[in-house]
């Protein structure tokens, strides 16, 4: 009986080190693979801002370098002068702030509304406004074009603003949000007199707040990035964006193109993208998974 008790406890201790071998196997191969995974997505910005420091010459070596051998740091300031960054980022962040907040006001209206209100053909206006995201978006390029180009917004700011107001899918995910909020606590609030304006205010706003945040900076980065409509419709100086200013701002008369200038030029523009996403990460990772579930 002894024995039987010692060759249990044997094969039970031989089988929770085998266990315990296999889970460091398991967490070894996973860490490396997150770490494989990681520097393949982190290369390409180490490379654009090692190139950015390098001279133009050393660009154009035959054997790369992957760290420059002369630091140079004028190509910032040649950069910000070059392509007039200043007047890029003034034109892009109004853009972004004013096409923001408008976008903001009009899903949180339009998502109460289909969160709350009850009115005839609720249900299959919502169900064609969420059809339209099955359409591809380059489809009203053409229509958009000639409209606006029928209003005499081309080269301002309305065109770059107004056309993209409204967008479904924050309209949805903001709606999937609002229901969660409990329909009893709308109910009684109805009972006490409240309007439906200040009940959104006071109450769905302060508790869908993580998801709004996830739709304010997903639509500032949007506007940021923007880049085939305003090359369209905005090709002055005045009212030129980023993405589009630093495309031909850095080729010379000769067609030579001064990439390590333009490589800073690019560093300088992904800086405020970087940043939001480092210190705002989890309001966008916690909006969009609360908005996943209903009730």
Excluded: C
């Amino acid at each position: 009986m002894a024995k039987e008790i010692t060759v249990k406890q044997t094969n039970i201790g031989m089988l929770a080190s085998r266990q315990k071998f296999w889970g460091v196997v398991s967490m070894t191969l996973r860490y490396v693979f997150l770490i494989l995974v990681a520097v393949t997505v982190l290369f390409p910005f180490y490379w654009m801002i090692i190139s950015s420091l390098k001279t133009l010459d050393e660009y154009r070596s035959a054997v790369p370098t992957f760290w420059p051998q002369t630091l140079d740091f004028k190509n910032y300031a040649e950069a910000f002068e070059v392509a007039n960054l200043g007047r890029l980022f003034f034109n892009t962040v109004y853009v972004g702030v004013v096409s923001t907040i408008l976008s903001i006001v009009v899903t949180i209206l339009s998502a109460f509304a289909f969160a709350r209100l009850e009115f005839k053909g609720k249900n299959v206006l919502f169900a064609g406004l969420l059809a339209t995201m099955m359409i591809p978006g380059e489809l009203f390029t053409i229509t958009n074009y000639i409209t606006v180009a029928k209003l005499e917004w081309l080269n301002t700011y309305i065109v770059l603003i107004v056309p993209f107001l409204v967008s479904v899918f924050y309209i949805y995910l903001l709606r999937q949000s609002f229901l969660q909020i409990p329909n009893e606590l709308y109910l009684a609030a109805k009972v006490d007199g409240t309007s439906d304006l200040k009940y959104l205010i006071k109450v769905m706003i302060p508790l869908a707040l993580p998801t709004i945040i996830s739709i304010t900076i997903l639509k500032m980065m949007g506007a940021w990035n923007s880049y085939m409509w305003p090359r369209l419709v905005a090709n002055d100086e005045a009212h030129t964006l980023i993405t589009y200013g630093l495309r031909n701002a850095f080729t010379d008369a000769s067609g030579e193109v001064d990439y390590p200038v333009q490589m800073a030029a690019v560093a300088l523009v992904s800086i405020p993208l970087f940043l939001v996403f480092i210190f705002f990460r989890k309001y966008i990772m916690k909006g969009v998974s609360r908005s996943g579930i209903k009730g």
